[in-house]
T-cell receptor
Framework: EAGVTQFPSHSVIEKGQTVTLRCDPI?????LYWYRRVMGKEIKFLLH????????ESGMPNNRFLAERTGGTYSTLKVQPAELEDSGVYFC???????????????FGEGSRLTVL | QKEVEQDPGPLSVPEGAIVSLNCTYS??????FMWYRQYSRKGPELLMY????GNKEDGRFTAQVDKSSKYISLFIRDSQPSDSATYLC????????????FGAGTRLFVKA
């Protein structure tokens, strides 16, 4: 079974440019989460989808960030325009609610490293 | 105040040592307590899970949760160089859609 996959693994862009990160969750997982780790800080929650609906987007830094999950499958996170402080590693995770209650497990991708110059 | 506090280390121990990692938290609604392990350039992977209070043991790993003190611990016995990684505590509740909150992670180095 394929795990959570993220693209690209690393992106280097200039300030003011646009970047789109993609996440393919594990098939059948209704819950999809985006997290971000900025250098030296904790992995911080950005938002949570249940299928195609945004359950919680309280962690989104500002309106330069737009997340979508069309059809409840893959998700994209677009940063437009990118700023220096957006640099970090963006992680996607997925879970099935029933399984999470028994195991507490989020399945993470390897992350997309974003460098804004 | 952060919801979850974790000493980032680094923590360096000799092979065979017992390692103790800890986190404190402020939100009494947390019911699900996890420890994730993250190797360099990889995503976090679940290591241990405890629901509510108590202890759980899995091989060389023991997780403890003390909800009255809002304190959780992970013990690693007979530590190995392959245990060198970042260990992240994480917590969640069934309010707010099971949002999982992470500690900063403790970097552990086990020297051969």
């Amino acid at each position: 079974e394929a795990g959570v996959t993220q693209f690209p693994s690393h992106s280097v862009i200039e300030k003011g440019q646009t970047v789109t990160l993609r996440c393919d969750p594990i098939s059948g997982h209704d819950n999809l989460y985006w997290y971000r780790r900025v250098m030296g800080k904790e992995i911080k929650f950005l938002l949570h989808f249940v299928k195609e609906s945004k359950q919680d987007e309280s962690g989104m830094p500002n309106n330069r960030f737009l997340a979508e999950r069309t059809g409840g499958t893959y998700s994209t996170l677009k940063v437009q325009p990118a700023e220096l402080e957006d640099s970090g590693v963006y992680f996607c995770a997925s879970s099935q609610t029933r399984d999470f209650q028994n195991t507490g497990e989020l399945f993470f991708g390897e992350g997309s490293r974003l460098t804004v110059l | 105040q952060k919801e979850v506090e974790q000493d980032p280390g680094p923590l360096s121990v000799p092979e065979g040592a017992i390692v103790s990692l800890n986190c404190t938290y402020s939100n009494s609604a947390f019911q699900y307590f996890m420890w994730y392990r993250q190797y360099s350039r990889k995503g976090p992977e679940l290591l241990m899970y405890t629901y509510s209070s108590g202890n759980k043991e899995d091989g060389r790993f023991t997780a403890q949760v003390d909800k009255s003190s809002k304190y959780i611990s992970l013990f690693i016995r007979d530590s190995q160089p392959s245990d060198s990684a970042t260990y992240l505590c994480a917590m969640s509740s069934n309010t707010g859609g099971f949002k999982t909150i992470f500690g900063a992670g403790t970097r552990l180095f086990v020297k051969a």
